[in-house]
């Protein structure tokens, strides 16, 4: 199968920050995408890197390690709209995204 | 930003009817569309690819008479499940890819999906 890991579910308080891991293992890389899914509704897009280091968009980063296959997603000052699924994909050398199982994420009061 | 459109969002049909999902981008012209099954609790699984004017690209597994996909002009894709049984009940979801990958941007719109549930 293809190589991607990500934790199944994570639990997180309203207001605190979570970061969630992604780790991959591809000989071709084009890039490692974040996207959010609520529950019975269609992924969408959060964040792209495709170079080593941080970009921050708002409450939400994402990271990227080549080197490592290493990839996270933080996000900062949790609200419960953000209960939703994450999903990491990275894209192969044929430009086809490689999705993870995704990560629950639950936040609680 | 672009916008793409599936159509129906919700059907229930009976076991051996065959079931039109259509998918549209609405603003902007798709060269490749893809096509996606997710199960309950599990992640995308990419079905085929479908490129305007040629044969989709099925993956491993995935039963090219059975799930027959069209892709008849830039903005609008179908995906045709024949003879649907229990097992084709699932969340089918579209995604248009804008020109060429990769980019520092997201590389494909998805639509809101369809679910199908046959009886």
């Known amino acids: 199968g293809q190589n991607i890991d990500q934790p199944t579910e994570m639990t997180a308080t309203e207001g605190a920050i979570v970061q969630i891991n992604c780790t991959y293992q591809?000989?071709?890389?084009?890039?490692l995408f974040w996207y959010q899914q609520h529950a019975g509704e269609a992924p969408t897009f959060l964040s792209y890197n495709v170079l080593d280091g941080l970009e921050e968009k708002g409450r939400f980063s994402s990271f990227l390690s080549r080197s490592k296959g290493y990839s996270y997603l933080l996000l900062k000052e949790l609200q419960m709209k953000d209960s939703a699924s994450y999903l990491c994909a990275y894209m192969d050398s044929n430009y086809q995204l490689i999705w993870g199982a995704g990560t629950k994420l639950i936040i609680k009061p | 930003g672009a916008v793409v459109s599936q159509h129906p969002s919700w059907v229930i049909c009976k076991s051996g009817t065959s079931v039109k999902i259509e998918c549209r981008s609405l603003?902007?012209?798709?060269?490749?569309m893809f096509w996606y099954r997710q199960f309950p609790k599990q992640s995308l699984m990419l079905m085929a690819t479908s490129n305007e004017g040629s044969k989709a690209t099925y993956e491993q597994g995935v039963e090219k008479d059975k799930f027959l996909i069209n892709h008849a002009s830039l903005t609008l894709s179908t995906l045709t499940v024949t003879s649907a049984h229990p097992e084709d009940s699932s969340f089918y979801i579209c995604?248009?890819?804008?020109?060429?990958?990769?980019?520092?941007?997201?590389?494909?719109?998805f639509g809101p999906g369809t679910r199908l549930l046959v009886l």
């Open positions: 603003d902007f012209q798709a060269t490749t």
């Open positions: 995604s248009a890819r804008v020109g060429l990958p990769p980019g520092p941007q997201e590389t494909q719109y």
């Open positions: 591809t000989s071709g890389f084009n890039g």
